[in-house]
């Protein structure tokens, strides 16, 4: 047995993308269903980035799921960067760009967008299977499934691909059509999650023993990362020793004011740069992790993910209310600018406070001298503040 829905738009992926982009159309009156092959409690268990640039959060307020984000999520000026075990300086995004940043964790994020989807009544298919997209580049599209069994097919006028780096969608783009582009760093993020109230500031550290983070997830949750290598395993680390690294490598005055505890959560992450152009093919347009990775250095994932967002939404919008495809027609390229000057910035910033395994002394002292120079310097600390606050979503719609 099979059955047919129709909707405007049928969105792949029931990540924060995918789930705010449902919510934004349903503000605009335009119909759409979201189809996600994982379990709803899955989705919401995930463990991501923590920190929004401000315009995802104002997009958030604008999608009307900022409430819990407005009473508990920390607004910060910038990130403190840590060298020579002494040394360091603030990137102050609100001092040289206008715009602070929020902590906030994604995992909030998704649990305030399904809550919202949940009042509204938004349709959400989760546990879908066998996942096909078909027709991409006809006048009409239709996606097919099998959920509990049973195949359902979904016929649409577009597709949005919110469906992560591993998803259906960017595979569906003809290798003929599709160029990507990719570089796989030589080491992993080896991060805790634990029950203590976090530092004040963001910290980046770069250390000879290789870089670490401390970040924050709510006034008694805190997040923190040490540079492994790639073939490292969770189960080699136990919560002792993640501490004495961690400490280690941040200066002694701010290592003694990080607050220990039993870790909650324990995990590694590989560390890549990647895009895939185009970002439309046909009727389907990517969005997010299907159409671009960022090394979590420069907290940019989501914030990305959240301004391809916000073009879609503006180009469909324009579509359906002012029967334009102007804006549709842009998207790709408009969207593509925007990610190719964050990745430069996180591959950058990634490769100055890392330590790479082939790196010799020249090039670890002359990474010390690029931070001085940047510390003694206003259009130093101007450029990266301004880099590091992100870049400006154009008003284009």
């Not at 009409?140 to 259906?168: K, M, P, W």
Request: glycine residues 8%; negative net charge.
């Amino acid at each position: 047995m099979s059955q047919t829905h129709k909707t405007q738009v049928a969105i792949i992926g029931g990540g924060p993308a995918g789930m705010l982009l449902s919510i934004l159309l349903h503000r605009e009156g335009i119909d759409s269903v979201v189809i996600e092959r994982a379990t709803r409690a899955h989705v919401l268990e995930r463990i991501r980035a923590g920190i929004l640039e401000w315009s995802a959060v104002e997009l958030l307020r604008r999608a009307g799921v900022s409430e819990r984000m407005d009473k508990q999520g920390h607004a910060h000026d910038g990130t403190r960067v840590a060298w020579k075990g002494e040394r360091h300086f603030m990137i102050d995004s609100y001092k040289y760009s206008k715009r602070k940043l929020m902590a906030y964790g994604q995992t909030y994020i998704t649990e305030d967008l399904y809550a919202e989807m949940d009042k509204i009544g938004g349709q959400v298919w989760h546990e879908a299977e066998d996942v096909v997209l078909h027709e991409l580049t006809d006048k009409a599209s239709y996606v097919t499934f099998t959920q509990n069994g049973e195949t359902l097919r979904v016929d649409c006028d577009y597709i949005a691909g919110c469906d992560g780096f591993h998803g259906v969608s960017r595979r569906s783009i003809p290798e003929s059509v599709q160029k990507t582009f990719e570089k796989v760093y030589p080491f992993g993020w080896l991060g805790v999650m634990s029950e203590t109230p976090p530092l004040e500031d963001l910290w980046y550290v770069q250390h000879e023993r290789g870089f670490a983070l401390a970040s924050q997830r709510s006034p008694m949750l805190s997040r923190y990362y040490v540079q492994c290598s790639m073939d490292d395993k969770v189960e080699n680390w136990s919560d002792d020793r993640f501490w004495d690294e961690l400490t280690q490598r941040f200066p002694p005055d701010i290592a003694k004011q990080i607050v220990t505890g039993p870790s909650i959560e324990k995990s590694i992450a590989p560390l890549r740069s990647f895009v895939s152009e185009p970002m439309r093919y046909g009727n389907l347009f990517l969005a997010g992790d299907a159409a671009h990775i960022v090394p979590p250095t420069g907290a940019k994932g989501l914030n990305l993910a959240a301004s391809d967002v916000y073009y879609l939404w503006r180009a469909l919008v324009t579509h359906y209310k002012e029967n334009s495809d102007s804006l549709m027609d842009r998207y790709s390229e408009v969207a593509l600018a925007r990610v190719w000057k964050t990745e430069r910035f996180s591959w950058w910033l990634t490769g100055l406070l890392h330590v790479f395994p082939d790196q010799s002394p020249f090039e670890t002292r002359a990474a010390e001298a690029e931070l001085d120079s940047i510390a003694e310097s206003e259009a130093g600390l101007a450029w990266l503040g301004e880099q590091y606050g992100g870049f400006p979503i154009e008003d284009w719609g």
